[in-house]
Structures are given as C-alpha cells and as structure tokens.
C-alpha cells in the first residue's frame, strides 16, 4: 500500500466530510434547528470520526479495531491528534451517525 497516495486521500475525505458537515449544520442554522450543545464534547469532531469510518471501509483492513490501534493512533497520529483509546472512539460513533448517514445519501447522489 503506497502510504502517501493513503494519506492524501485521507486528507481529501476529510476535506469533503467536512465541507458537508458545515453545510448541513448551516442548513439546519437556516431553519433554525441547530442541534444542542453537548456538557461534555468528544475529543474528535463529528468530521474526524466520519473520516476514520469511511477510510476504514476503503483501507482493506478486516479488522476495524487493529486499523484504528495502528494507524490511526500510530501512523495517522499527527492528523488525528485528540484520538482516543478504542474503547472511548467506539462511544463517539452514536454521535457521528447524522453524518456518516449523510454522507452515505451524498456519495450515492455522486454515483
């Protein structure tokens, strides 16, 4: 696997799943049904945890707990800087699920 070729695509889906995490809150801002504000935020943006998913699905990785031990806290260290321990990423995916949903309808609509 050619690791710069992974991580400028690693880069170019966060670019994306960030672009349209802002649209859709600035969407849900227009009709004035922003979602709450959380007491205790997660470490990682909804963004952050969409791009982890998504890339893992694209990695070829069979296992998603051994992809984010090694590389995202490993090798993807420097892009993912508040990364949690498995246990605790595995909490903040509930709250990531409008986006990755999103995402999911806007690569379909793409394709």
């Known amino acids: 696997m050619n690791v710069q070729f992974t991580e400028n695509k690693l880069i170019e889906l966060f670019i994306d799943v960030d ?6 809150l600035s969407f849900l801002g227009s009709k004035g049904k922003l979602p709450p504000r ?9 963004s952050e945890i969409c791009t ?14 051994y992809y984010y031990r090694e590389l995202i806290l490993k090798r993807y260290n ?12 595995l909490s903040y995916i509930p709250k990531a699920a409008d986006l990755i949903y999103l ?6 609509a793409l394709s």
């Not at 420097?78 to 990423?89: G, I, L, N, Q, V």
Request: charged share 20%; hydrophobic share 30%; with cysteine.
């Open 19 to 24: 672009d349209l995490y802002k649209s859709y």
């Open 38 to 46: 959380k007491t205790r935020e997660t470490q990682l943006s909804p």
């Open 52 to 65: 982890i998913l998504v890339s893992y699905n694209y990695s070829g990785y069979k296992c998603f707990e």
């Open 78 to 89: 420097d892009y993912f800087p508040d990364a949690s321990t498995y246990e605790c990423f």
């Open 103 to 108: 995402w999911l309808l806007y690569t379909v």
